[in-house]
């Protein structure tokens, strides 16, 4: 793959190797890393459910492949852009030494946990060296509020007790 091919679609911008891609799904986004040739490095199920599918069965897998495939596959019907979001907080690593880090984990499994170690995490480790997920943060501080909020209205007692039916 040239390290210089920045290609043309009727997507937004011109992706080039190395580029962070942000798929929008209903209700999450995908990240995926652009390789250059119209292809890009994602990791997906073990099971090779389709793209738009893929959301439901993540959250249950331990698992998931790293696949090279077409940005267009990818996308389907949604949408994307070029997300290189974190280049400010992590310096991205030389585009030759991304490609060659990608080029190796291609067809492997590995560790997938939707809150640790996610998409995001895996192709941010790519590009910087550290994998990185807003998403999964916010998900996370979600998580650790609702949980801090209902313990507090149940220390307050502020949720109903229970009625028992009196049977005499």
Known sequence: ??????????????????DLIEVFRPGYQHWALYLGDGYVINIAPVDGIPASFTSAKSVFSSKALVK???????????????????DETYPPLPVEEIIKRSEFVIGQ?????????????????????EGVSE????????????????GVFSFLGLFPKGQRAKYY
């Open 68 to 86: 090279m495939q077409l940005l267009k596959d990818v996308v389907g019907n949604d949408t994307y852009r070029i997300n290189n979001k974190y």
């Open 109 to 129: 499994e590995v560790a997938y946990n939707l809150l640790v170690n996610n998409c995001e995490h895996f192709v941010t480790l790519l590009r910087y060296g």
């Open 1 to 18: 793959m040239a390290f210089n091919d920045c290609f043309s679609l009727n997507y937004p911008g011109n992706p080039c190797p190395g």
């Open 135 to 150: 998403q999964a943060n916010r998900a996370i501080s979600t998580v650790e509020f609702v949980t801090a909020a209902v």
